[in-house]
């Protein structure tokens, strides 16, 4: 039998607690979960630093990707009957669900802002390169890497199987919201997931939702709306990651200043120097820039140890509302009384803005970019989702945009109570 | 702080005006790959490489009145015109950003159709590739726009002339 539809001889299982059973029947998939590449997605957290907020934010990329894949195999399975699919397309689909986050770094949205990387770069590295991954996916056929790059990259010909991993209602976001909703433990998040994939059918360009589905899609779309201010934006999460930048920021400064690291960065320097190689990346996972943090606390450069210490005991910024409109005079000279206050504004105040962020809301396709969600209505007629329902209207195309600033409230309080910048800066900051 | 936003508040003053959001994502693409510093990061979509920091920050410039949108409705759809403000030129003059004149290159976009630029971002986007398959490439994600012979060729020049990296 040809390694393409090669079946275990019995089928695996994962226990998933969102999807309750992974399950596991193709040799292809199997070994692809196996190989070193796949394998390091569990000492990458799923959720970044939301950790620091919510405790029980621990999940890895490993989780989420066998979730993703889980969705996706039992989509297929529905369609399965369904003219419009091409069964033919089912590996090349559940390869690209699975291994669509394959290229994440360490923390990877503070990672790629200092060290101008992209993961979807090292996705396309890690499928056509010399890896394990790829040796499996060479093995189903030569032009098969390409085409599941191709589809987790969005530049298939296929537009359908893309839809089902990266579109405004795929396999990615469900699996996403479900997962994050169950491990940060909060109560918004929850979507009648099931219902979905009942009413989703295969057109030419897209996967749509039949009518009579709708109010399950809004449950879908509030769900997303609720996650992205209570979880994904919340401003603790957010003044960890500003300290992880500025850790990460310190240290590159460091290096390229010729400073003389107790512990060389030996998996920092290609990092540092802008040539990172393939193998580079794949070591340095959560674990080894948890090491780095911790030993960087004994470093002599007093900003460096300071800011790790910071991340390590969870000693985070302060922050306030800011509006840049309004205050950004104000800005501008709290940055000045920080520098004569002897406090190193270019570490230890920072405006962070909705916009540093790596999550979206639904957007109706205004501008074109986005597929929309679109309502195969009972007459066959496609229609776009906040058309037809007024919650999702309600809730899309509003404002979506926040700025915090932050700041070391300790290095404030711990000035002379005399200082002048002292005054100014609480003037500013406190009002 | 700020500087990304500072940067596209740049753009806007030596653009003097952006007609169309599809327009500005190409234009802020074709800059980057020009290599011009601005930090937001693309993917592809139906329209060829679009970046949704970049219509995020847009929509925060706008929100804090730094830039103007606005809405015109042409002949069956929608388009937006972008031009910055008063507000948005004292924050650029009070920032001290470091700003490269891009205005020969923003001057040779503006000249152009978006259907133009999404062929050039798009052909930017498969830059790795040899010449050949770019063209490959761009009718087999592209087909529906029906690229024609001349288009490419024009677009080559383009990319020529505007001396990407």
Redesign the interface.
């Known amino acids: 039998m040809a390694y393409l539809n090669e079946q275990l001889s019995e089928e695996k299982v994962f226990k998933d607690p969102v999807h309750r059973y992974v399950h596991v029947r193709d040799q292809v998939i199997w070994d692809l979960i196996g190989t070193p590449e796949f394998q390091r997605l569990r000492r990458i957290k799923q959720l970044g630093t939301t950790y620091l907020t919510f405790h029980g934010a621990e999940h890895s990329r490993f989780n989420h990707s066998l979730g993703v894949y889980e969705i996706v195999r039992r989509i297929i399975d529905n369609f399965s009957e369904i003219p419009e699919w091409n069964q033919e397309d089912r590996m090349l689909t559940l390869c690209a669900a699975l291994l669509h986050d394959l290229g994440h770094g360490p923390f990877s949205h503070s990672f790629?802002?200092v060290f101008?990387l992209?993961h979807?770069d090292f996705t396309r590295e890690i499928i056509l390169g010399e890896t394990e991954v790829n040796k499996v996916l060479l093995k189903v056929d030569a032009q098969f890497p390409q085409k599941v790059a191709d589809v987790i990259?969005?530049?298939?010909?296929n537009k359908l199987v893309v839809s089902l991993i990266s579109s405004q209602i795929d396999a990615d976001r469900m699996d996403y919201l479900l997962r994050d909703a169950y491990y940060t433990g909060v109560s918004y998040g929850h979507f009648d997931m099931e219902r979905i994939l009942r009413v989703m059918r295969p057109m030419e360009d897209q996967a749509v939702i039949k009518y009579s589905g709708m109010h399950a899609v809004e449950d879908y779309i509030m769900s997303r709306y609720q996650m992205y201010w209570q979880v994904y934006f919340h401003p603790v999460t957010r003044s960890a990651e500003v300290i992880l930048t500025k850790i990460f920021e310190r240290a590159k400064d460091l290096y390229e200043n010729n400073y003389e690291f107790k512990l060389p960065p030996i998996h920092f320097i290609s990092f540092f120097e802008k040539n990172v190689s393939l193998n580079d990346y794949l070591k340095l996972d959560e674990n080894i820039a948890f090491y780095y943090f911790q030993i960087w606390q004994d470093e002599n450069d007093t900003i460096l140890k300071d800011l790790c210490r910071r991340f390590v005991n969870r000693d985070l910024f302060k922050y306030v509302e800011f509006?840049?409109?309004a205050q950004?005079?104000e800005?501008?000279e709290l940055?000045e009384s920080f520098i004569n206050a002897g406090i190193d504004a270019r570490y230890y105040?920072?405006?962070d803005?909705?916009?540093d962020l790596p999550y979206?809301f639904y957007r109706q396709g205004?501008?074109?970019?986005?597929?929309p969600i679109l309502l195969q209505m009972p007459d066959g007629e496609l229609k776009e989702l906040s058309r037809e329902s007024d919650i999702v209207e309600a809730i899309s195309g509003k404002?979506?945009?926040d700025?915090k600033l932050y700041f070391a409230e300790d290095l404030i309080e711990q000035l002379p109570d005399d200082s002048e910048h002292k005054k100014r800066i609480l003037e500013i900051l406190k009002g | 702080m700020l500087e990304d936003h500072a940067k596209l508040i740049a753009f806007f003053k030596q653009a003097n005006e952006i007609v169309g959001r599809k327009k500005l994502q190409k234009m802020i693409y074709i800059l980057k790959k020009s290599g011009y510093h601005f930090s937001e990061r693309y993917s592809f979509h139906m329209y060829g490489p679009y970046s949704e920091e970049l219509s995020t920050r847009v929509e925060e410039l706008c929100n804090l009145g730094f830039l103007n949108e606005n809405r015109e409705k042409e002949k069956g759809y929608v388009q937006y015109r972008y031009t910055l403000t008063d507000s948005g030129e004292s924050f650029l003059k009070e920032t001290d950003i470091h700003t490269q004149d891009m205005t020969h290159v923003i001057f040779k976009m503006n000249e152009k159709s978006s259907r133009f630029l999404e062929l050039v971002s798009t052909m930017l986007y498969f830059n790795n590739l040899p010449k050949d398959e770019v063209e490959a490439k761009v009718k087999t994600v592209k087909s529906k726009q029906n690229y024609t012979d001349d288009e490419m060729k024009e677009a080559w020049e383009f990319i020529e002339k505007i001396n990407v990296h």
Do not use: A, F, Q
Request: aromatic residues 2%.
């Open positions: 790629e802002k101008d992209d979807e990259h969005k530049t298939s010909e509006n840049p409109g950004y005079r800005l501008i940055k105040l920072e405006v803005s909705s916009s979206d205004e501008d074109e970019e986005r597929l404002k979506r945009t700025h």
